[in-house]
């Protein structure tokens, strides 16, 4: 088992719909080892799996730090992509500038962010047009 007590690990997202599912998966892989509770770990793997995915759709790169202390899960999602114009019209649910492309992988209904936030227990988003995105999401680690 992997103590929890200081962890933190940074991970590469590379761009391209054909490569999301990679990092979150070894995230949940990671907090799985950590002995967290079940809840606790569904929470981060959406907010992983969630914030991996707009990486690799929108942007070329991008990374993921994972850090967990004794109370919470911390995961960030840095890109240098095209960034969001109306953060507040981006959090709607429903709300998607997907191309055809990625609705066609079965991507593109507008949930991610909010999913994020609903996920985390504090949710934050910086993101300028032309410069990048970067979320940071907080999520207490709950009891078993
Ligand atoms: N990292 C990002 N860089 C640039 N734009 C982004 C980023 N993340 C989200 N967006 C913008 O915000 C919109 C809403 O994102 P959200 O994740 O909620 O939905 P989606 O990615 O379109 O669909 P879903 O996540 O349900 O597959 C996106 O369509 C896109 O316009
Ligand atoms: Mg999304």
């Known amino acids: ?10 991970f590469s997202v590379k761009g391209g719909l054909e490569n999301a ?16 509770s079940k809840q606790t770990i569904r929470r981060a793997a959406v907010v992983a799996y969630e914030a991996e995915t707009n ?3 929108y942007a070329d790169h991008g990374k993921i730090v ?3 202390t004794p109370k919470f899960v911390i995961i960030e999602a840095i890109d240098e992509g095209q960034g969001i114009k109306d953060i507040e019209l981006a959090m709607k649910e429903g ?12 991507f593109g209904a507008g949930m991610g962010l ?4 609903n996920f985390s227990d504090t949710f934050r ?3 300028e047009v032309g410069k990048g995105t970067h979320l940071k999401m907080i999520i207490r680690i709950r009891k078993k």
């Open 55 to 57: 990486i690799c759709s």
């Open 66 to 68: 994972l850090r967990v």
């Open 114 to 117: 909010s999913n994020m936030k």
């Open 21 to 36: 599912g990679h990092i979150s998966s070894q995230v949940k892989a990671l907090l799985t080892d950590m002995d967290l």
């Open 95 to 106: 709300y998607s500038t997907a191309t055809e492309k990625i609705r066609s992988m079965g």
């Open 125 to 127: 988003i910086i993101s």
């Open 1 to 10: 088992m992997i103590s929890h007590e200081t962890f933190e690990k940074s």
